[in-house]
């Protein structure tokens, strides 16, 4: 059950498409003890005017982004594969082959978003909805291992990865993503996204899995978010369910650039994203503390 769910999520969704749409797959890569973290980013724009399939790759030890863009017709997807030429990702593994960039991972052990009423996106009933953009959400944490040769640097990558998906033909106007696996619990994986989904109204989900068990906030289940702190360095939020609430803290640091789909899925907007943040959170039920904890390695966009 668990690998139906898993590829229902990881599938292309743009098949049908001729035009004016993106689809990118996200994953992000953490090894403790090498001190390393990566984001990858393979997709596809049909942006009419420059059509184009592309990876983005982020090494802040490198202190290094890059946006590798590739013909249209390198881009396929078959077999529950993702292939832009010579390189490959599925729900199991990421395979890069770049001429200063190798990578050779594999997942396992992954933390999946327990099945819903109405289907197993994270969107819920929103993912009907003709928004501009959607979200899907592939594991909240895996394991990873195998080995990532940078710049001739080989390095053996023993560690923990995230992955999900976006689509659509732009990113809204504003959003704030926060994705933290790196806990003093290993079994413990949280991610949230505040974006203006119409006009000014904010649509929201966070999903916070602690030892198998799913706390799952969002518009759709008549959740309440508040941003109470918001500037340069520290974000602060807010999240309340009936009973239970929980505080987000995170501490912002070291951005590097990415390119994200505008109107039409042009491949234009530059964002940045920090792989280096801190969060802290706390959990509380009936206005009692009932677990908190804290990662480093978070990945964070703040457009708010």
């Given at each position: 059950?668990?690998?139906?769910?898993?590829?229902?999520?990881?599938?292309?969704?743009?098949?049908?498409?001729?035009?004016?749409?993106?689809?990118?797959?996200?994953?992000?890569?953490?090894?403790?003890?090498?001190?390393?973290?990566?984001?990858?980013?393979?997709?596809?724009?049909?942006?009419?005017?420059?059509?184009?399939?592309?990876?983005?790759?982020?090494?802040?030890?490198?202190?290094?982004?890059?946006?590798?863009?590739?013909?249209?017709?390198?881009?396929?997807?078959?077999?529950?594969?993702?292939?832009?030429?010579?390189?490959?990702?599925?729900?199991?593994?990421?395979?890069?082959?770049?001429?200063?960039?190798?990578?050779?991972?594999?997942?396992?052990?992954?933390?999946?978003?327990?099945?819903?009423?109405?289907?197993?996106?994270?969107?819920?009933?929103?993912?009907?909805?003709?928004?501009?953009?959607?979200?899907?959400?592939?594991f909240l944490?895996?394991?990873?291992?195998?080995?990532?040769?940078?710049?001739?640097?080989?390095?053996?990558?023993?560690?923990?990865?995230?992955?999900?998906?976006?689509?659509?033909?732009?990113?809204?106007?504003q959003w704030?993503?926060?994705?933290?696996?790196?806990?003093?619990?290993?079994?413990?994986?949280?991610?949230?996204?505040?974006?203006?989904?119409?006009?000014?109204?904010?649509g929201f989900?966070?999903?916070?899995?602690?030892?198998?068990?799913?706390?799952?906030?969002?518009?759709?289940?008549?959740?309440?978010?508040?941003?109470?702190?918001?500037?340069?360095?520290?974000?602060?939020?807010?999240?309340?369910?009936?009973?239970?609430?929980?505080?987000?803290?995170?501490?912002?640091?070291?951005?590097?650039?990415?390119?994200?789909?505008?109107?039409?899925?042009?491949?234009?907007?530059?964002?940045?994203?920090?792989?280096?943040?801190?969060?802290?959170?706390?959990?509380?039920?009936?206005?009692?503390?009932?677990?908190?904890?804290?990662?480093?390695?978070?990945?964070?966009?703040?457009?708010?």
């Amino acid at each position: 059950m668990e690998m139906v769910i898993e590829m229902y999520n990881f599938s292309f969704e743009g098949s049908q498409k001729k035009h004016n749409y993106f689809e990118g797959w996200y994953i992000k890569i953490n090894d403790i003890k090498n001190n390393e973290v990566y984001a990858f980013i393979l997709g596809i724009t049909l942006y009419k005017q420059d059509p184009h399939a592309f990876i983005m790759v982020i090494s802040p030890n490198q202190k290094t982004s890059h946006y590798y863009r590739f013909n249209k017709s390198d881009f396929h997807y078959t077999e529950n594969k993702v292939i832009i030429k010579n390189n490959k990702l599925t729900s199991h593994s990421l395979k890069i082959v770049l001429d200063d960039l190798k990578v050779d991972v594999n997942f396992s052990k992954p933390i999946l978003l327990k099945k819903q009423l109405f289907n197993n996106s994270i969107m819920s009933y929103f993912k009907y909805l003709p928004l501009s953009t959607s979200h899907e959400i592939i594991f909240l944490k895996a394991s990873v291992s195998g080995e990532i040769i940078n710049n001739q640097s080989k390095i053996n990558i023993s560690g923990n990865c995230y992955m999900e998906k976006t689509m659509g033909n732009k990113f809204p106007k504003q959003w704030l993503w926060i994705e933290a696996n790196n806990f003093n619990n290993p079994n413990a994986a949280l991610v949230i996204a505040i974006a203006d989904i119409f006009y000014n109204f904010k649509g929201f989900f966070c999903v916070l899995n602690i030892n198998n068990k799913e706390y799952r906030f969002a518009t759709y289940n008549g959740s309440k978010v508040s941003i109470i702190k918001n500037n340069s360095d520290n974000i602060e939020i807010v999240i309340k369910k009936k009973d239970i609430m929980l505080n987000i803290k995170t501490i912002y640091k070291d951005d590097y650039f990415l390119t994200a789909p505008t109107k039409n899925g042009k491949m234009k907007k530059i964002i940045n994203e920090s792989l280096n943040s801190n969060l802290t959170f706390t959990l509380y039920e009936k206005n009692k503390n009932i677990v908190s904890d804290t990662s480093n390695y978070v990945g964070c966009e703040n457009l708010y």
